[in-house]
């Protein structure tokens, strides 16, 4: 038994679940920072949801153990699901409820006082933007709005983690901008974000954290920039030229650079090229490109979410993203 220290909030250790003869995870161990917004990405069938469930005290591992703090989830189920607020990835049947009803529900079920909760509920609508729907029933909510409710719903009882399957499913792309802006919001007070998506690139912008899972299995985890630099050859710079009529020019001199390689014209004005030099060598090169009379718009790394997408497609081998 290991419990967590000061700077792990969430302790998993070797933690398996069979369903009948299947793993849905194997020997699955994996620290959690205290603080951390953590990206759960893998394939259809990788085990994120069944992680996700038994992190929230819903179903029990067949071994291994998961501790919050100095609490065994298995031997202290009551007070993890006080700590914790899941949003799952489906929305459960509510014919009879309005918005402020649904959540007064949930309000109930946490035991939070009718003085209390009335201002937490107008504050959560307020939050997730639904305070004009407050009145509206449930059923009558667009999908997106469906998903802002489920996530106003976990957060009705100001619990410490937050557990979040695709919660991104069925936003458009104002609502993914919003719910980003949210759970950096939510990071920003001191919240640990336990999120999964197949939504590569923004889980890139949103997460400090990632773990790569297939099969149930644990493939890469860490830090998304270290992930990123420990899975790249090189890193990959796009390079975009001021007028287009120097982009052959410009491929002829960054081809002829030993720490440039895969160099290619992505259309328009923008070239990508990997590089494995330094930054002197970085300097060097953009200042060959100056005196060629070459003007630059940009010269820079590529965004972490495009290369984190490339990195999982290498390590799951092609594998569908769920």
């Not at 003085?115 to 509206?136: F, G, H, S």
């Amino acid at each position: 038994m290991q419990k967590t220290d000061a700077e792990t909030i969430c302790k998993i250790q070797n933690v398996s679940k069979r369903f009948h003869k299947h793993y849905a995870l194997s020997n699955f161990t994996l620290d959690i920072p205290r603080g951390a917004v953590y990206g759960l990405i893998g394939p259809n069938g990788a085990g994120k949801s069944t992680l996700l469930r038994i992190l929230a005290a819903l179903i029990s591992p067949s071994s291994g153990e998961v501790w919050f703090d100095n609490d065994e989830v298995s031997q202290h189920s009551a007070s993890i699901q006080r700590k914790i607020g899941y949003m799952p990835d489906f929305f459960g049947v509510y014919p009879d409820l309005t918005t402020v009803e649904y959540l007064e529900f949930y309000a109930g079920i946490h035991k939070i006082p009718r003085k209390k909760y009335k201002r937490t509920i107008e504050d959560l609508l307020e939050l997730v933007d639904l305070t004009a729907k407050q009145n509206e029933l449930v059923e009558t909510l667009s999908r997106g709005m469906k998903q802002r409710l489920c996530l106003a719903r976990a957060l009705i009882h100001d619990p410490e983690i937050l557990l979040l399957d695709e919660p991104a499913s069925g936003l458009d792309p104002r609502g993914r901008v919003e719910l980003r802006e949210l759970v950096q919001s939510l990071h920003s007070i001191g919240k640990t974000v336990i999120i999964s998506s197949h939504i590569l690139p923004e889980l890139a912008e949103m997460c400090t954290d990632i773990a790569i899972l297939q099969e149930g299995r644990l493939v890469a985890s860490g830090d998304v920039e270290k992930i990123v630099q420990r899975f790249s050859a090189n890193r990959l710079f796009e390079i975009r030229v001021l007028d287009a009529k120097h982009v052959p020019a410009a491929l002829e001199l960054l081809k002829k650079q030993s720490t440039m390689s895969n160099i290619t014209h992505e259309g328009d004005n923008l070239l990508l090229a990997g590089f494995d030099g330094n930054e002197q060598t970085l300097s060097e090169i953009m200042a060959a490109l100056i005196t060629h009379d070459i003007a630059i718009t940009s010269f820079a790394p590529r965004a972490s979410g495009g290369r984190l997408e490339e990195i999982f497609m290498n390590v799951t081998e092609g594998s569908t993203l769920s």
